[in-house]
């Protein structure tokens, strides 16, 4: 195989070309002009056989032997990009679906920016959600895109789009009020891509399904949602928790542990596994509520699993079994614990706490001193009312 070779497959590759059944990749190489492209997948592109049919080692030495870096995902985690998608008539359905997707070209098999912007979105990447003149939710991307047929709640539109297309998986974060871009033109017009803009100067929707949008215009759509809003603080803080914790996992899908342990430590992301086992062996019940049946508990990190270590995300000494709406407010900081069992709460937190009857709880019972480092952090890094 010749340099060449590669330059055609990615080139092909980056005109939406997918010739064989495309997964989400673990090792990447790096062109010349930055760009990042799937290890395997291009090496097989160049070959023109299946990816199936050769070895990520194999690519691995060839694509290094012709000048390139070779980088896993672990490796190439870059700051978060900021993405706008208008799906009016689509949102309600990727809101409950948890996704966004797209045809992978025109109806006429042009290629369409739009369209191909899902091939280039990365975990832990933003998007904005703009239907019907406002802006109704923000999102993290939580894995990155996938072949995928046309959702079931598309089809009114399939006469309009192929039945094959694009799907990026997305954590999506409702603001309560919307936020509509009209109302501040002037300070967001003068931040609009210069092409392929989501919105025109003056304010209504293009036809552009994702657009990229600068990180700049991305912050301050943030900061718009809390002008208007105070209460979207919450919903802002939500955002980057998500992307934080999805960059996370991604880390350790890309790590070199056993495939067990890094099914365990994801699981333990939201309170499964051995890490619920473990917290159950020392937490009987919900110290708060009373309730006992594991059934109806969740197995919450004390120190939050985004900020743990490999260990500290598996240890027992590390989890509280909460009921649900418990869970919220300690996982969110609006209360906490002091060690020998006061119920700790935030001020903005507190009539809250009272219309859920547990402002009463004087004392839950002192924690055991493999617990209390880790409720120390707590109390000092996540709690709102420290």
């Not at 003149?133 to 991307?141: A, L, R, T």
């Not at 270590?309 to 609006?334: A, C, I, Q, T």
């Not at 935030?346 to 219309?355: K, L, P």
């Amino acid at each position: 195989m010749e340099k060449k070779d590669v330059v055609a497959a990615v080139a092909r590759f980056r005109d939406g070309a997918r010739p064989f059944s495309f997964r989400r990749p673990n090792w990447f190489f790096i062109t010349d002009d930055g760009g990042r492209y799937p290890l395997k997948y291009i090496y097989a592109m160049a070959l023109g056989i299946d990816p199936l049919d050769t070895h990520t080692d194999e690519a691995k030495k060839c694509i290094q032997g012709l000048g390139y870096q070779i980088v896993n995902d672990a490796e190439v985690l870059t700051p978060a990009s900021f993405w706008w998608v208008n799906h009016k008539q689509t949102h309600l359905d990727e809101y409950a679906g948890g996704y966004i997707w797209s045809p992978k070209t025109k109806k006429n098999g042009d290629a369409n920016e739009g369209y191909l912007n899902l091939t280039r979105v990365k975990v832990g990447d933003r998007i904005i959600s703009y239907a019907e003149g406002v802006i109704k939710s923000i999102g993290v991307v939580t894995h990155s895109h996938v072949e995928a047929p046309i959702p079931q709640t598309h089809q009114k539109t399939a006469e309009y789009w192929a039945k094959s297309g694009w799907q990026v998986s997305i954590e999506w974060v409702p603001l309560t009020v919307w936020l509509c871009p009209k109302n501040f033109l002037d300070r967001i017009v003068p931040l609009l891509p210069s092409m392929h803009s989501p919105i025109q100067k003056n304010g209504d929707g293009n036809l552009c399904y994702l657009s990229s949008i600068s990180s700049e215009l991305g912050r301050l759509i943030l900061s718009l949602a809390i002008e208007v809003d105070p209460t979207a603080t919450q919903a802002v803080h939500e955002i980057e928790i998500e992307g934080e914790e999805a960059l996370e996992e991604l880390c350790i899908q890309a790590s070199d542990l056993p495939d067990t342990e890094k099914q365990q430590l994801v699981r333990s992301r939201i309170g499964q596994g051995i890490f619920r086992m473990r917290v159950a062996n020392q937490e009987r019940k919900c110290r708060l509520t009373g309730v006992d049946n594991l059934a109806f508990l969740i197995a919450s990190h004390i120190k939050p699993w985004r900020h743990s270590d490999n260990d500290e995300r598996l240890n027992g000494s590390n989890g509280l079994l909460l009921s649900p709406h418990v869970d919220k407010l300690f996982d969110r900081g609006w209360i906490s614990f002091s060690d020998d069992g006061h119920l700790l709460i935030a001020e903005q937190a507190r009539s809250v706490a009272e219309a859920w009857g547990l402002a009463g709880a004087l004392n839950v019972g002192a924690f055991n001193s493999k617990q209390r480092p880790f409720l120390k952090y707590h109390r000092e890094k996540i709690f709102k009312g420290a």
